[in-house]
């Protein structure tokens, strides 16, 4: 059986500010990308939204951004591939010890906003990053956002990379993604469909109507959309009709 991961950034808020829809959501997601405190997040965010991943059974990821609250990790660092490497391992240390304290185990790295960026960019930097997740657990699967990064992945033989897509975002047709301003609703009747094609033939359609080779396992879903659990009830209403299952990233590798 055909079988997908839908993941979603979370744990963003911190102090008195709070971001996405994380209780209404996880019920809903296979894999959830926790933020490590730089770009967002902080202990006790961390704690609850670790706590509430375990509860469900999903998988725990460290989304590692920048230092850059402000910012919200968005904005272009210069950092050599040894300091990126350490932002990762350091926010990797902190969602493990979480982890632990609630009998579960980190299972991913996905990099956030400008990080992703850099490493995307830079294979020097995407390197010293796969690098380190390597030394620290070999078992830790990489949620690759792009092409570039994937197959700086495949060099690494011991290394489990998952290609990612997005579903509820616009593509160019050279697969860059269109990030709105301003979130919209989304159409879910579209997003599912878009879900389905990626599951069952690895493609997706970009805005001028090119048909994108998209060999997606994990699909992404922004928790903090207007729609964001009207477009994941639909998606696991159309997958359950087409026969594709939903698995975490850790049985899909």
């Given amino acids: 059986?055909?079988?997908?991961?839908?993941?979603?950034?979370?744990?963003?808020?911190?102090?008195?500010?709070?971001?996405?829809?994380?209780?209404?959501?996880?019920?809903?997601?296979?894999?959830?990308?926790?933020?490590?405190?730089?770009?967002?997040?902080?202990?006790?965010?961390?704690?609850?939204?670790?706590?509430?991943?375990?509860?469900?059974?999903?998988?725990?990821?460290?989304?590692?951004?920048?230092?850059?609250?402000?910012?919200?990790?968005?904005?272009?660092?210069?950092?050599?591939?040894?300091?990126?490497?350490?932002?990762?391992?350091?926010?990797?240390?902190?969602?493990?010890?979480?982890?632990?304290?609630?009998?579960?185990?980190?299972?991913?790295?996905?990099?956030?906003?400008?990080?992703?960026?850099?490493?995307?960019?830079?294979?020097?930097?995407?390197?010293?990053?796969?690098?380190?997740?390597?030394?620290?657990?070999?078992?830790?699967?990489?949620?690759?956002?792009?092409?570039?990064?994937y197959e700086v992945a495949q060099e690494f033989d011991a290394l489990d990379a998952v290609f990612e897509g997005y579903v509820d975002l616009d593509y160019n047709a050279d697969r860059t993604l269109i990030v709105e301003k301003e979130v919209a609703p989304k159409d879910p009747d579209l997003v599912a469909d878009r879900v389905v094609n990626i599951a069952n033939h690895g493609e997706i359609e970009a805005v001028d109507g090119t048909t994108l080779d998209l060999p997606a396992e994990s699909i992404c879903i922004h928790g903090d959309g207007p729609n964001a659990v009207e477009l994941l009830e639909a998606i696991h209403d159309r997958l359950d009709e087409e026969n594709v299952d939903i698995a975490r990233l850790d049985e899909l590798v």
């Fill in 1 to 149: 059986m055909v079988a997908i991961d839908l993941n979603c950034d979370m744990g963003e808020s911190f102090g008195n500010y709070t971001m996405g829809r994380d209780a209404e959501v996880m019920p809903y997601i296979t894999s959830a990308n926790i933020a490590g405190g730089y770009h967002a997040g902080d202990p006790h965010v961390m704690r609850e939204t670790v706590a509430l991943a375990a509860e469900h059974d999903v998988g725990i990821g460290i989304h590692p951004g920048l230092p850059d609250k402000m910012g919200f990790g968005r904005r272009t660092m210069d950092a050599t591939p040894e300091e990126v490497r350490d932002y990762v391992l350091y926010q990797l240390g902190a969602l493990t010890a979480f982890a632990k304290r609630h009998g579960a185990e980190v299972q991913h790295v996905k990099p956030h906003g400008a990080m992703y960026s850099m490493l995307s960019e830079s294979p020097d930097h995407a390197r010293a990053v796969m690098e380190a997740v390597l030394e620290v657990d070999p078992s830790l699967v990489y949620l690759a956002t792009d092409m570039n990064i």
